[in-house]
């Protein structure tokens, strides 16, 4: 059966800091991948998707940028973080576009 | 653009109550939708779906039909526990794009004995 792992799963840091989540997919080939936040009292946002290898669409403008280095791999970066980037980061992954996607744990980041 | 509405929360009931989430959407063509429920500290879960107009998705004894003339998705449960407490998510998926979920901003529900 398919899992997906996210890591860390909490994680406090300075502003200005860099920020590396990491999303992992087992048991499936060549998913679609993404990365949602969830703001503090709001909804669920999209940020990037992923149909491939390097190959990376983003939805927001931000300071965020995202890089898949393996088929199962998808990592979410940040060179200096600012404090609206605090939020819960879910992972997502399906194996193709007609399917239903299926979250990750989630990483909950704060901002300081 | 897509978007997804839901009634605000949060929605306080007590045990055996019936519930019923209401979700409207805005969307071009035939999108796919959706409910997600996140437990407390946890990520999201499928709860049903339905593809199609008329469509009716059932899980755990929840439901919501798909309701192209109303655009609407609303979710409902006959009578709901305190283990049903959760935050539910209604989205929608259109055809063609790589499966982007357009959420709603979640309603919370607070199921006590």
């Known amino acids: 059966s398919q899992t997906i792992h996210q890591w860390p799963a909490t994680l406090v840091q300075p502003v200005g800091s860099p920020l590396s989540l990491e999303c992992t997919v087992e048991g499936t080939s060549n998913p679609n991948l993404y990365w949602y936040r969830q703001a503090a009292g709001r909804g669920l946002q999209l940020l990037f998707y992923s149909v491939g290898i390097g190959q990376i669409s983003s939805e927001v403008p931000q300071n965020l940028s995202a890089s898949r280095p393996q088929d199962r791999q998808f990592i979410l970066s940040s060179k200096k973080l600012l404090l609206s980037d605090s939020g819960f980061y879910l992972c997502?992954?399906?194996?193709?576009?007609?399917?239903?996607?299926?979250f990750g744990p989630g990483t909950r980041l704060t901002v300081l | 653009g897509n978007s997804v509405t839901q009634m605000e929360g949060p929605v306080t009931l007590s045990e055996e109550a019936f519930l019923t989430i209401n979700c409207t959407y805005t969307?071009?063509?035939?999108?796919?939708l959706f409910w997600y429920v996140q437990y407390p500290g946890e990520g999201l879960q499928l709860l049903l779906k339905a593809t199609k107009a008329d469509d009716k998705g059932s899980n755990k004894g929840f439901e919501a039909t798909y309701r192209k003339e109303t655009t609407s998705f609303h979710l409902e449960k006959g009578s709901v526990q305190v283990s049903d407490s959760a935050v539910y998510f209604c989205a929608l998926t259109p055809t063609g794009t790589a499966s982007k979920l357009t959420f709603g901003t979640g309603t919370r529900l607070q199921v006590t004995l």
């Open positions: 969307a071009t063509g035939y999108p796919s």
């Open positions: 997502a992954w399906t194996v193709s576009s007609t399917d239903t996607q299926y």
